[in-house]
């Protein structure tokens, strides 16, 4: 193995005095584990972080010899969001569901075209991606468990059939349902914000900790539960962020709040 590709790095760690584990998503060869010599050096430390886009070369004398990994960066994500702690947050879920849950060498082209568009949205302008981004990292969840074999059905109702008003999922089979067939078992089934049926909505912290809620519920269950381990830490602290920032939306009047996506304030109803 030797070749040269752009690859996301999704985690580093000690090794040795001067070297780092890193691991890296490629297109061509999914998740691949490796060692960077001088990778803990000062200039190696600028290239091998969670979140930079980097031109890799991965090279690998036999099956069984370990990866060596080289390379520069091509687009510093994490070093951009450092005045933008959501966005931040985002970029490190990200990179931390990524290495967790998916296989080493195995191709995922769609998946790494979706990871490589969230970075460059969350890196492009961080004061947008604060207010906008939050949207397309749950849609990256969704496309996670779509890749991983455990995607959600959300074209039409399990019940009826129909397209329209679809308003809830089933927490057992991952398939939506509408308002109005929902309504008896309502309180058994997960929320389902309407951003992720319209990309031109960008919805507001509490339709965010709602998506979070649907989403993590597979992901716990199906991507960690079946192996009996916890989400990932900076996942959970992601919650928590937007959690807080739902609160802190619902204690502020009507009148006196603010669309994510505008900056205007929210008309007063009636």
Request: overall charge neutral; aromatic content about 6%.
């Amino acid at each position: 193995m030797d070749t040269e590709a752009p690859a996301l790095v999704v985690f580093v760690g000690p090794s040795g005095e001067s070297g780092a584990r890193v691991h890296v998503l490629t297109e061509a060869d999914g998740l691949v584990r490796g060692l960077a010599y001088g990778g803990a050096s000062r200039a190696g430390r600028g290239v091998w972080q969670p979140g930079n886009v980097v031109k890799t070369r991965m090279q690998r004398r036999t099956e069984s010899s370990p990866c060596r990994l080289s390379g520069e960066v091509l687009y510093g994500c994490t070093a951009r969001l450092f005045s933008a702690p959501l966005a931040m947050a985002m970029a490190v879920a990200t990179c931390a569901l990524a290495d967790a849950t998916l296989p080493e060498r195995e191709p995922c082209p769609p998946l790494f075209g979706e990871t490589i568009r969230l970075m460059t949205f969350l890196g492009y302008d961080p004061v947008v991606a604060e207010r906008e981004a939050m949207p397309q990292y749950i849609r990256w969840e969704l496309a996670l468990l779509r890749t991983l074999g455990f995607g959600l059905d959300l074209e039409n109702c399990a019940l009826t059939g129909q397209r329209d008003g679809l308003a809830y999922v089933s927490p057992r089979s991952g398939r939506a349902v509408s308002a109005a067939a929902a309504a008896p078992w309502k309180e058994r089934l997960l929320p389902l914000p309407s951003f992720l049926l319209n990309a031109d909505e960008t919805g507001t912290p509490h339709d965010w900790a709602q998506g979070l809620r649907l989403s993590g519920h597979f992901l716990a269950r199906d991507a960690f539960g079946q192996r009996h381990l916890p989400l990932p830490a900076a996942r959970q602290r992601l919650v928590e962020r937007v959690e807080k920032l739902a609160a802190e939306e619902a204690s502020i009047p009507t009148g006196d709040r603010t669309d994510p996506a505008t900056g205007a304030q929210t008309p007063e109803p009636g």
